[in-house]
């Protein structure tokens, strides 16, 4: 899954976690489920912002 099809996912839980409809069970499940989205958002934003200083360090040598 990328980027922007993760933060759709966590956007989903949100918008039913927030209805107020969830039974609990089914609500800390998808808590669950987002909070593993999110850090999987992290580490792709820390990479992507890693790659982003290689870039930038390779230009100031170059």
Do not use: R
């Not at 927030?18 to 669950?32: D, F, I, N, R, T």
Request: glycine fraction near 4%.
């Amino acid at each position: 899954m990328n980027f922007e099809e993760a933060v759709n996912k966590i956007d989903e839980i949100i918008k039913k976690l927030s209805s107020g409809e969830v039974p609990l069970e089914e609500a800390v499940e998808l808590y669950k489920a987002g909070a593993d989205e999110l850090a999987e958002c992290k580490k792709k934003l820390d990479n992507a912002e890693k790659n982003a200083m290689k870039i930038t360090f390779a230009e100031d040598i170059g």
